[in-house]
């Protein structure tokens, strides 16, 4: 067959492409107009692809252009393909916020530096294309997408998820792969072509016009491929016999076309492809390596002719990712390991990472040297936070070595950067495939300990439960310190599993083993771990807390571990006081943004919205809750998510926001249902309580409650603090229940008076003013309970006993006496945003004689989480790119979001904005 031109070859390749053309000439018009977008091109190989981002490449006018392609050979090679696709845009990197400077630099290896977090090089590679279309619109041309390595495709996507309001348009090729990457982001399905522009693309393909009957059955065997239809247009005989009963697979039937032409070959040119297809396209590289085989690259100038490629610029073009499938495949085994190891010792020694990839290609058997240089390419990928290619290098490298233990730990080390990269799936196996290898104790627990530690996050709480005890009990004889630390996150396995029983064990084993621990860092995991699940047990830990928390006001780093972020704010959210270690809470936030560690804020998130929703700061609890929620579906935390979605439905419970409550509570039980999570059941049953209470329905509130009740008994989770009692005896006495409300509320006082804090001490002597018929006693109760309040920052809890007092004074004739509790208890519900509670207190005010003023929904009733979190920053004094930076956003994408804020809230100013937060608790 004539060889095609490439301009001639790739207008065939859009024949029928017509309606692909039109969406991505819309994107790219977009795209100019300051409208971000992205399209996946998703099909199998040959369908036209490429032919569709070279059309669009050429369309681009006056746009920048960044194109980058995927490759089998670098696709082991940690950040390639961002390299190739960012490296035009590098000059632009100091003007980055500097955190992510740093990790885009240390991960391009342009310079030393930490490890960056996972998502850190995603972030500042969002940064650097929105900076570089600050001076003129950017088109963004990705092919072979699968064949990205994994860290280049995970900040792609990151990118891609984000860009909003950016003068950005992205075009992604991608085959449908067994793990594809990029299906959550909008997608065309190229499919096969229809029979008519399989007739016109035929009828250009070969000089005598075929038949219709021709075009049929060539449509019916390549499924409508493109280029299976170019290729196969000269081989219409053998076509005419294939039987109709055994349709060809399109890249199956191309394959073999290639392989006929490369068998056609003489062997020096077949040898020459070889050496071309190993050395990634690389002539100069390719005829180095040839000289070791004794080849030329030379005969490569017949496969040209052939229009197999295309030499240009030092390079050999494929013409399609198939030709290279099909020189590799038709190559014997001998020949490809011959190959790999000339082009290995014709690599730069400055290019040591691909020289050992070919090396371990060409090993056969166990080669511990090759091992070991794969070990330590390995550590650097891991060290520039490149944990996905980092996996294949200690597979590799573990494949390759003789000694057990050595291959054991390599396994190890690779499920645990498979952990990290996100794969925990492939982590398990990994483990699975280590234990059956060894039998050294360090190992095993090292082993039961990674387990424990994905099963706390993203499986079955139980089971992590169980690997971490089994973990601590295997190293308490080698390493105490690594025991605590296991027997911690223990604790916090029976925290989420509300397992007070085994929480109280793995307490009682920290205490024997803190004596023999010299760690600071260990004696305060120590001693929050004991006071934790004593308290939930109901028990006296509060001592163990207020060392803890103590040691971490005056030294906050010593328990600086971003894989465990939330330990040194636990103390403070459990002792729920007004002055200790408050400050902890926003330091550590902070930090961890400071980090660009995204993978360890829906955690922390979620802890620090749990504490917000407990103080004044509903607004600022609605953003972090649903922060978290977010980050934890997007990094694959499940536990996180059930916790975040839960917390989240309670507060908008009380907020009156009945659909999003009873939505996100559903989610949250189905959750906690599949991963073993009471406690986030627990929460999103004390949601449905507070939703029925707020809107009025006493009988539904006293069902949830008791539901509640009874679930915390069973299981034994004994803390005060979790129990619904206060509510349950409101929703008694509205339903006409007094004796039982009163039982409840004299249970509940003796139980709070056990634990002798004053949070629950106050929501215990509210409960006891709704049950007493004495006023005097009643108010007594209150006074006290006012007090009381006066010790912990919670202000609903505190809003909710002045409602009570004043409704109370009310009933018995004191209008004026009740007037002051009433007007502060509305002023409290306004600003947190309790509606209901706000019209409970404005109906009893408007009872006392004096009209009260209604106020309109807070801000946040309006926004969405994303433009609520936004409007808080800039508000707060942020700028706009601090925002973005925190929240991992392009700034024309906070500016966007902001423009909605203004609408929404009838404001045009950051003036204007700070007032409106400031009407709020921050």
Known sequence: MTPLVPDAYYRRMLLGREPEQQRIAELVAGARLGQSGVLVLHGEAGIGKTALLDDTASRAGDMAVLRAAGTDAESALAFSGLHQLLRPALHLLDRLPAPQADALAVALMLRAGATPERFAVGAATLSLLSRHAEDRPLLILVDDAHLLDPPSADALRFVARRLLADPVAIVISTRPEAEARFTDLPTVHLGGL??????????????????????????????????????????????????DELPMPVTETVAAVFGRRVTALDDATRLALLLAVVADGDLGLASRAASATGASIASIAAAESAGLLKVSAGRAEFRHPLVRSAIYRGADPQSRREVHRAVAQALPAAAQARRVWHLSEAAIGADDDVADQLAAVAETYCARGAYGVAVRALVRSAELTNDDALRCGRLVAAAEAAWFSGQSARAGDLLVDAETITDDARRLTDIAALRGTIALRTGSLRDARDLLVDAARRAESVDPQVAVALLGDAVTACFCLCDTASGLVAADRIEALLPSCTAASTQVRGELSIGIARILAGEDGLGWLRSAVTTLSETPSVLDDPRRPDWPILGTLFLRESAVGRDLVTRVVQDRRDRIALGSLPNLLFHVARDEATTDKWQSALADYGESAALARETGQTTDLAAALAGLAWLQARMGRADECLANAAEAQALAKRNHMALAEIWAQYALGDLALATGDAAAACRHYEELSMMLSDIGFRDVDVSPAPELVEACVRSGREDTAEAIARDYLRRAEEKCQPWALARAHRAMALVNPTSVVRARHLDEALRLHDLNPDTFEAARTRLVFGSSLRRAKQRVAARPHLRRALEDFQRLGARPWAELAATELDATGERARRSADGYSAHLTPQELRIAQMLGDGATTKEAAAALFLSPKTVEYHLRHVYQKLGIRSRDELRTVIATQPR
């Not at 016109?200 to 239809?229: C, F, K, M, N, W």
């Open 194 to 243: 229809t029979l008519a522009a399989t007739s016109a693309l035929l009828s250009q393909s070969v000089a005598i016009p075929a038949t219709a009957e021709d075009a049929a059955h060539l449509h019916r065997v390549t499924l409508g491929s493109p280029l299976a239809i170019v290729e196969l247009a000269g081989e219409l005989d053998r076509i005419r016999d294939t039987p």
